[in-house]
């Protein structure tokens, strides 16, 4: 059973270029969540998607943007990067609530360096 | 202040030793409480969840949760080198969004 999978692994980008980022979520799981980990930080809430929707979203500006497929993986975009992007992008999957799987299963990550 | 405090160690112990983590937080809200654990350029690994109060025992790990004091622990028995990684604490609130607010993480090296 695949886990969460995202791609690319690792990309370096300068200032000011743009970036996708893919997720593919956990079979059986309908939400993905992106956070970004900081070095030396904990994972930091970027948004949530459910039913193609932005559903919840932290402290991060408009340039991060995101979507969802009728599949449910998702892309998260950022736009017009700055040096203190540079983190480790995590997905996460995770159904529903109401079932009783309170698992959030992550990817791997994406490894973004900005130059 | 943060709303989840974690000190980021790094914490050595000797293979064998039991390992004792920590988180405070400050929202009286939250409600679930994880543990995870990250190793070097991989993404977090659920350990354990606990809802509201009480302990909870799997294996060699034990998490426990003091709404009272807003303290929730990790505790590892005897310790090995494979424990090696960074520990991160998460909790979120009992509403439909699935939110999860993490600490900064434990670094933990157990030495054979």
């Known amino acids: 059973d695949a886990g969460v999978t995202q791609s690319p692994t690792h990309l370096i980008k300068t200032r000011g270029q743009q970036v996708t980022l893919r997720c593919s979520p956990k079979s059986g799981h309908d939400t993905v969540s992106w956070y970004q980990q900081a070095l030396g930080q904990g994972p930091q809430f970027i948004f949530q998607y459910y039913e193609e929707e932005e559903r919840q979203r932290g402290n991060f500006p408009d340039r991060f943007s995101g979507h969802q497929f009728p599949n449910y993986s998702s892309e998260l975009n950022v736009n017009a990067l700055l040096l203190g992007d540079s983190a480790l992008y995590l997905c996460?999957?995770?159904?529903?609530?109401?079932?009783?799987?309170?698992?959030?299963?992550f990817g791997s990550g994406t490894r973004l360096t900005v130059v | 202040q943060k709303e989840v405090e974690q000190d980021p160690g790094p914490l050595s112990v000797p293979e064998g030793a039991i390992v004792s983590l920590n988180c405070t937080y400050s929202n009286s809200a939250f409600q679930y409480f994880m543990w995870y654990r990250q190793y070097s350029r991989k993404g977090p690994e659920l350990l354990m969840y606990t809802y509201s109060s009480g302990n909870k025992e799997d294996g060699r790990f034990t998490a426990q949760v003091d709404k009272s004091s807003k303290y929730i622990s990790l505790f590892i028995r005897d310790s090995q080198p494979s424990d090696s990684a960074t520990y991160l604490c998460?909790?979120?609130?009992?509403?439909?969004?699935?939110?999860?607010?993490f600490g900064t993480g434990t670094r933990l090296l157990v030495s054979p």
């Open positions: 996460a999957s995770s159904r529903e609530l109401g079932s009783t799987d309170y698992g959030y299963t």
């Open positions: 998460a909790m979120r609130m009992n509403t439909g969004f699935q939110k999860l607010v």
